[in-house]
C-alpha cells in the first residue's frame, strides 16, 4: 500500500484553468471493469446510455463564497476563510495573518459586516463571531470569494459563482464543489427526467480535507478527514427500493463516501445525520455503489485511490496514463470518467 504507486507525471497544462464554455461539452472516459475496455464518449452522450428505471445518485451541497477578504482596525489587510458553519453567526475559519489575529481582533468587511475572534484552535483554525444586518448568506454572496483550489492560479472571477456549482446545488455548506456533478446541464437533467431517469439527492458538504495531501508512506495509516452529511428517509426508500437490473450511477467520490458510509453490511441505506471519515483504498468491498462517475484526480490524492479501489488498481491506473497520453482535463473543471 504505498503512496509511491498512486504517483504520475502530469503536465501542467493539462490541469484546466477555466471551466469550458458549455457545461456538458466535456470528454468522458468509460471505464467498463468487467471488460477492461476504456473509450472516449462526448459527456452529453451519456444521456444516451440511459432509460427507463436508471438513475442517478447527486449531491446537492451549494458551495459558499468563503473567501472574505477584509481590514482589521489598523488598516491591515486579512483574509478570513470560512470551514464550517458552527452555529448561526459562529463559524470555525482559517486566517491570515494568523500572528496578528488573536482573540478579541476584529476584521471588517464593511461598516455593518465584521468579525471578532473568539477562540484559538490547537491547529492554528480560529472561532470567529460575525455581526451583520440582515441575511448572513447574502452578505456572504456579496463580500465573499468563491474557494478556488489551489491548483487553479488564478484569481476567482465573477463567472465561477455559476460554474464552480452544480445546477442542482441547494443546501448551502461547502467550501468545495463535488465536481462530477458541473458537467450535467438543467436541460439534460429535465431530458433525462423526461426519459425515466430518477433522481434522488443526498448532502455531503465538501470541505478542504478534500484536497489533504497524503504524507505518509504506507497509505493504510493516513488520517481522512471529517465532513457532514445527511440522507433523508425519503432519499433512503428511494435508494433502498429501485430495481437492481437497471443502472445506478453514483454521481461524484463525495456521494459514494455518503452511500458507502450510511450503508449496512447488506447494502441497506439507513437515513440520517452523520460524519464520515470513510477511507476507501483497494481491498474495501463496495456495499452499495454499483457505477461511478468522476473527475480526474491529483496524483497520490485518496480520492485517486478511491477510484482505484471501484475500478481496480491495474485498470485505473492504464486509464490515467491514457488520459495523459491523450491530454484530458484534470481536475475541478477539467473531464469525466464513468466506471461501470
Known amino acids: 500500500m504505498a503512496l509511491s504507486s498512486y504517483q504520475f507525471v502530469l503536465p501542467k497544462e493539462l490541469i484546466a484553468q477555466k471551466a469550458l464554455e458549455q457545461r456538458d461539452?466535456?470528454?468522458?472516459?468509460?471505464?467498463?471493469?468487467?471488460?477492461?475496455?476504456?473509450?472516449?464518449?462526448?459527456?452529453?452522450?451519456?444521456?444516451?446510455m440511459l432509460g427507463p428505471g436508471d438513475s442517478l445518485v447527486l449531491n446537492n451541497t451549494q458551495v459558499i463564497p468563503a473567501r472574505l477578504l477584509g481590514k482589521r482596525p489598523s488598516g491591515g489587510q486579512a483574509e478570513v476563510f470560512l470551514l464550517k458553519e458552527l452555529e448561526?453567526?459562529?463559524?470555525?475559519?482559517?486566517?491570515?495573518?494568523?500572528?496578528?489575529?488573536?482573540?478579541?481582533?476584529?476584521?471588517?468587511?464593511?461598516?455593518?459586516?465584521?468579525?471578532?475572534?473568539v477562540a484559538v484552535h490547537p491547529n492554528g483554525n480560529r472561532q470567529v463571531k460575525f455581526f451583520f444586518e440582515?441575511?448572513?448568506?447574502?452578505?456572504?454572496?456579496?463580500?465573499?470569494?468563491?474557494?478556488?483550489?489551489q491548483y487553479i492560479h488564478r484569481s476567482d472571477e465573477p463567472a465561477d459563482k455559476e460554474r464552480y456549482q452544480t445546477v442542482f446545488a441547494s443546501e448551502k455548506g461547502a467550501v468545495a464543489a463535488p465536481t462530477a456533478g458541473l458537467h450535467f446541464t438543467k436541460?439534460?437533467?429535465?431530458?433525462?427526467?423526461?426519459?425515466?431517469?430518477s433522481q434522488s439527492q443526498i448532502t455531503l458538504h465538501v470541505g478542504l480535507g478534500t484536497f489533504k495531501p497524503v504524507q505518509v508512506d504506507d497509505i493504510r495509516e493516513h488520517n481522512m478527514h471529517k465532513e457532514p452529511f445527511w440522507i433523508s428517509a425519503e432519499?433512503?426508500?428511494?435508494?433502498n427500493s429501485r430495481d437492481k437490473t437497471k443502472r445506478q450511477i453514483c454521481v461524484g467520490?463525495?456521494?459514494?463516501?455518503a452511500l458507502e458510509s450510511s450503508a449496512s453490511d447488506q447494502g441497506i441505506i439507513i437515513p440520517g445525520r452523520h460524519e464520515t471519515e470513510i477511507f476507501i483504498y483497494p481491498g474495501y468491498r463496495f456495499k452499495y455503489v454499483e457505477s461511478l462517475l468522476t473527475n480526474f484526480h491529483l496524483p497520490g490524492s485518496t480520492l485517486l485511490m478511491?477510484?482505484?479501489?471501484?475500478?481496480?488498481?491495474?485498470?485505473?491506473?492504464?486509464?490515467?496514463?491514457?488520459?495523459?497520453?491523450d491530454r484530458?482535463?484534470?481536475?475541478?473543471?477539467?473531464?469525466a470518467m464513468l466506471i461501470i
Open 134 to 149: 440582515g441575511d448572513f448568506f447574502s452578505l456572504l454572496d456579496s463580500h465573499g470569494h468563491m474557494p478556488l483550489p
Open 88 to 117: 448561526l453567526g459562529l463559524w470555525e475559519a482559517m486566517v491570515r495573518p494568523g500572528r496578528k489575529l488573536g482573540i478579541g481582533e476584529r476584521v471588517h468587511f464593511s461598516e455593518s459586516f465584521f468579525c471578532e475572534i
Open 25 to 48: 461539452a466535456s470528454r468522458l472516459m468509460l471505464i467498463d471493469r468487467e471488460s477492461g475496455i476504456i473509450s472516449e464518449l462526448a459527456f452529453r452522450e451519456l444521456a444516451d
Open 328 to 335: 484530458y482535463r484534470f481536475f475541478s473543471y477539467g473531464d
Open 235 to 239: 432519499t433512503a426508500d428511494q435508494l
Open 187 to 197: 436541460e439534460m437533467l429535465e431530458t433525462l427526467a423526461l426519459n425515466g431517469v
Open 253 to 257: 467520490t463525495t456521494c459514494c463516501r
Open 306 to 325: 478511491l477510484t482505484a479501489a471501484f475500478a481496480g488498481y491495474d485498470l485505473i491506473m492504464e486509464a490515467y496514463a491514457k488520459a495523459v497520453k
